[in-house]
Structure formats: structure tokens, C-alpha cells
Antibody
């Protein structure tokens, strides 16, 4: 059974930093892409970042590019999101999610398992 | 902001059919496959439909997806009270090099 457990959220002041972690189990972590997705209070889903399967690159939403860094430790089956220069608008519930992806004529790319989320609050 | 557009709300009585639209562009829906997620109140999103019209194991067959050009649709047949949730479409976007979600549709069972 696939399990994803996000942690590391909390209250931080604007301009501060926070590192989120996602502990994974039940699948071959190194071969799957992984995503962070966030949801501000009362709002919709927003994709934040992707770490490609087999180390095939990292991708970021324009809203976090240059401030957030996604990484992973395949020896520990852990996914991370380092968040710097945090802004009030980064306040959200952050989910980690496992990706299934392949390219035929176009991309088939979907998030088949989600963690429970960890809450980040940026406020003075 | 979202690049995939959905109606903010949809509703129906038990047993009715409800359809939710998702409008995108050539760089996302027009090129790549569409997925749908269901988010019940207070819970994490759950994959409902992938690759335009495929259901993961355990998803009832009253949920169906379709796609035409740069638009997609989710249909719920035989609406049930437990279907009351938020629904999001999503696809990879080649121009943004990222995954894009729809604006979300809240389904209410009257």
C-alpha cells in the first residue's frame, strides 16, 4: 500500500524559511516523479513543483520559482520542499503526491496517490 | 491563476446526471491527457479519472470522462449524496512546463 506522510508545516514570519518533508513507502520511490501541490484556505488546488522520475529534472510554478527548491533522498524514500523568502500568499495546505507519467503522442501525467497535507501559515 | 476553466458550481437531485466542463488550450488539454480529482470536504484530493476517460480501481462506473479538442467533461450519472464534493480537472502544460489544475467545481446534491 502506498503511503505518503507530509510534515514540517508551521507558523513562520514573512521572509522566513521552512522545509517540508514527505515520507513515502509502498512503491519504488526512485523511479516515480513526485509533486508538491498546495491549497490556500478556501481556494482551489495549485501545482507547486515536480521532481522527475529517475532524476529527470525539476520543475516549478512561476509563483515559487527562485524561492522554493524541491529535492529527494532516495536512500530514505523522502521528498523535500525547501521554502525561502516566504510570503503571506504562500499560506496553504501543502500536499505531496506520487506521479504516474509517460509520453505517447502527448503527456499522460497524473497524481495517483496523495498525502494528507501539512499546513504552512505565513504571518507576522 | 488557473489556466483551465470550470464552472464554479453544479447541482442535481439524487439519480440525476450532472456534467462538468473544463476548458483549456492547445498546450494542455489539446496535446496531453486530462485527469479529474474529487475532493470531499476536509480531505485530500483523490484521483477520479485519468488519461481522459480511465477510472482507477474502486471508482464507480457512474463517473465518466471525455475530451474533445481543447475541452474535457466529467459526467456523474445517478448522482448520490456522497458525490457532494469539489471536482478539479488537470493536465500537463507544455508551455508552462508544469501541471495545471482547473478552477474547481463544487457539486451540490439537492
Amino acid at each position: 500500500e502506498v503511503q505518503l506522510l507530509a510534515s514540517g508545516g508551521g507558523l513562520v514570519q514573512p521572509g522566513g524559511s521552512l522545509r517540508l518533508s514527505c515520507a513515502t513507502s509502498g512503491f519504488t520511490f526512485s523511479t516515480h516523479a513526485m509533486n508538491w501541490v498546495r491549497q490556500a484556505p478556501g481556494e482551489g488546488l495549485e501545482w507547486v513543483s515536480s521532481f522527475g522520475g529517475n532524476g529527470s529534472g525539476t520543475f516549478y510554478a512561476n509563483s515559487v520559482k527562485g524561492r522554493f527548491t524541491i529535492s529527494r533522498d532516495t536512500s530514505k524514500n523522502m521528498l523535500y520542499l525547501q521554502m525561502n523568502s516566504l510570503r503571506v500568499e504562500d499560506t496553504a495546505l501543502y500536499y505531496c503526491a506520487k506521479v504516474v507519467a509517460w509520453r505517447g503522442g502527448g503527456w499522460t501525467y497524473y497524481l495517483d496517490n496523495w498525502g494528507q497535507g501539512t499546513l504552512v501559515t505565513v504571518s507576522s | 491563476q488557473s489556466v483551465l476553466t470550470q464552472p464554479p458550481s453544479a447541482s442535481g437531485t439524487p439519480g440525476q446526471r450532472v456534467t462538468i466542463s473544463c476548458s483549456g488550450s492547445s498546450s494542455n488539454i489539446g496535446t496531453n491527457t486530462v485527469n479529474w480529482y474529487q475532493q470531499l470536504p476536509g480531505t485530500a484530493p483523490k484521483l477520479l479519472i485519468y488519461s481522459d476517460n480511465q477510472r482507477p480501481s474502486g471508482v464507480p462506473d457512474r463517473f465518466s470522462g471525455s475530451k474533445s479538442g481543447t475541452s474535457a467533461s466529467l459526467a456523474i450519472s445517478g448522482l448520490q449524496s456522497e458525490d457532494e464534493a469539489d471536482y478539479y480537472c488537470a493536465a500537463w502544460d507544455d508551455s508552462l512546463n508544469g501541471y495545471v489544475f482547473g478552477t474547481g467545481t463544487k457539486v451540490t446534491v439537492l
